[in-house]
């Protein structure tokens, strides 16, 4: 339901309320507001970083701004997955808040109902949020209480008990009226009518939905695109296609001009259903793969967050090792001078202890080279590949923000490009990141089945088509349709992926890249051909390796990540096979690897 984003929306409100009054900025006081600065560029890594700072010097110097901290704290681990940190710091924010301010254990309630909700435990998040209700009638904030409702309403919606949704939802209407809340009120219309749809009371529904869309046109232009497309679906089901098709269209274009990417997803989903229901499978086909395509462009962002909890975890993990060896240190150095006293007769024994304390020390010590090496690798090229993207977005959508009424639509629809061909090359990083990191501790599953190669190829060519078209370059793929490999299928489109994504980026323009397959007895030998700047021999020798490959520009610009040809490598040898490279510089670059046949 849309009501799941809303809730995530308004704790965020709840949440964020501290401000500091002191004339003099102190350490305390710069923590927060650099933790602010990260949060508003969705950087919760390095906000979580800094409100943990925070906490410990409030735990030094001035504790009165604990609860405050913490609760700030919560709500980045919450964002980020780290539910076990965020209970623990909300239970310790709760312990030191003042007892008599109501409003402060309103957002309490809050954000534990918005932990288990984001668990998934929804009468645990419900109780909270009632008490959220409750401390928000008594301290008689109307905003507070029209948060709280919807919460709540939003819960029921989970459960399905759309009923006490709709009931919730109105009384929560009533409020946000009293407030003159616009944006909200037109998101609550439209959470009423979702939850007439569940009930498949299609009429109110429409009555609802028209609601909304007339608010929402001012003030949620968002809500209004996501409104067309539920008023599509009744016209759809009234039989009034001509018209359900107009409003798709119309909410397709308002969803494109602002870049909104959930709306875009549900816009795809239900324009497939409405032309598979049509018998026009092509625009069906066509619309299933869009949805696909943003599809992965919100996970990349899940994924994204995810990564840095992974990453966090990984930091307290080895900090805590390491305070652990220096405490066995200190064990051992005390356990040394205490045997200098022991008889003669105990010498043996000593040396026996001493010599296997060392060993264990020896193994863990290259356990965390070994670790070391492999999180240096890591972190290297997130903090420097992937922050390099997110810096060119940013100064992007700066310029755009500074000169947005003087810029023409041309600018800003380059400027737009700009930012959508970044974020592909963040999306393949994390990728890449992903698959390397699965690979290199032994993670990767690996499921081969029976597989028709030209449907790969030919998948993997239409999602590069856009990127190729934009230098005149041309891919084709010249694969039989009777060859059938036996081999991981998500890992082969990713060796396929990577291959023609680097045929793009080295090729010139006007060019041809070609995708084919020969006989080679037991196998099949794969190629992916370009015409374009080719490899010198030098590179060549260890190009698939991590330490050696290093990423180069290619004829546009475009940035690698130097991940790519090693994870393409480590999958076709897990798949059983190899992978190799011929090249004349000025002339052709021409990859090779060996694939099972499905008969063999």
């Not at 409003?103 to 809050?110: E, K, L």
């Not at 026009?280 to 996970?299: P, T």
């Not at 296997?356 to 903090?383: A, C, G, M, P, Y």
Request: glycine content about 4%.
């Amino acid at each position: 339901m849309k009501s799941k984003i809303l809730v995530l929306l308004l704790s965020g409100v709840i949440f964020s309320n501290l401000a500091f009054s002191e004339e003099k900025v102190s350490p305390i006081d710069s923590c927060f507001e650099a933790a602010k600065q990260y949060e508003a560029v969705s950087d919760l890594y390095n906000a979580a970083l800094c409100y943990s700072k925070g906490i410990k010097l409030a735990r030094k110097t001035d504790e009165s701004k604990l609860p405050e901290l913490l609760m700030a704290y919560c709500r980045a681990l919450t964002y980020l997955g780290d539910y076990s940190g965020a209970l623990l710091n909300l239970e310790e924010a709760e312990l030191r808040a003042p007892r008599d301010n109501e409003s402060f254990r309103g957002r309490v309630m809050t954000a534990y109902g918005t932990i288990y909700f984001f668990q998934g435990n929804f009468d645990e998040s419900l109780k909270y949020y009632e008490e959220a209700l409750v401390c928000a009638h008594n301290h008689g904030m109307s905003s507070g209480i029209a948060i709280a409702q919807t919460n709540v309403a939003c819960v029921y919606g989970e459960k399905k008990e759309y009923d006490k949704a709709v009931e919730m939802f109105k009384k929560s209407l009533e409020t946000l009226e009293e407030v003159k809340d616009s944006s909200s009120i037109s998101n609550t219309l439209y959470n009423i009518a979702l939850c007439y749809f569940d009930l498949e009371n299609y009429e109110d529904a429409s009555i609802y939905l028209k609601k909304a869309s007339v608010v929402a046109k001012r003030s949620n232009v968002e809500i209004y695109s996501l409104c067309l497309q539920g008023l599509a679906k009744i016209e759809a089901r009234n039989s009034n296609y001509e018209e359900a098709e107009r409003l798709l269209n119309e909410s397709e274009r308002i969803a494109s001009e602002n870049h909104y990417l959930q709306a875009l997803q549900s816009l795809y989903r239900e324009k497939k259903a409405f032309y598979v229901n049509q018998g026009r499978y092509r625009e069906a086909y066509e619309s299933l793969s869009k949805y696909q395509e943003f599809s992965d462009s919100l996970f990349s962002a899940d994924t994204k967050n995810k990564l840095n909890s992974q990453r966090i975890r990984f930091e307290l993990k080895e900090k805590e090792l390491q305070i652990e060896d220096q405490k066995n240190t200190i064990a051992q150095q005390r356990m040394m001078r205490l045997f200098l006293f022991i008889v003669i007769g105990l010498l043996l024994v000593l040396i026996a202890m001493i010599i296997r304390i060392w060993h264990i020390q020896r193994v863990r010590n290259k356990e965390l080279l070994e670790i070391n090496s492999t999180k240096d690798k890591f972190l290297s090229i997130i903090s420097h590949d992937l922050k390099n993207p997110a810096l060119a977005i940013r100064n992007v959508l700066q310029v755009l923000a500074d000169n947005y009424e003087s810029l023409s639509r041309e600018e800003i629809l380059e400027l737009g490009i700009q930012v959508l061909q970044t974020s592909e090359e963040q999306v393949k990083l994390i990728y890449d990141l992903l698959n390397w990191s699965q690979m290199e501790v032994g993670r990767m599953p690996y499921n081969p089945t029976d597989l028709k190669l030209v449907e790969l190829a030919d998948n993997v060519a239409r999602l590069n088509r856009m990127i190729a078209s934009s230098k005149g370059i041309n891919i084709n793929v010249e694969v039989p349709d009777d060859v059938i490999v036996y081999a991981d299928k998500n890992m082969i489109e990713t060796v396929l992926r990577n291959l023609i994504s680097n045929a793009i980026k080295f090729s010139n323009e006007n060019s041809e890249i070609k995708i084919s397959v020969a006989d080679a007895g037991r196998q099949y030998v794969v190629s992916v051909m370009d015409n374009g700047v080719g490899i010198s021999k030098e590179r060549i020798d260890g190009i698939f390796s991590m330490d050696a490959n290093k990423s180069t520009i290619g004829t546009h610009g475009e940035k690698g990540n130097g991940l790519g040809l090693a994870v393409c490598e480590q999958m076709v040898k897990k798949n059983g096979g190899t992978i190799s490279v011929e090249s004349e510089v000025g002339k052709y670059t021409k990859f090779n690897f060996t694939i099972k046949k499905a008969n063999v």
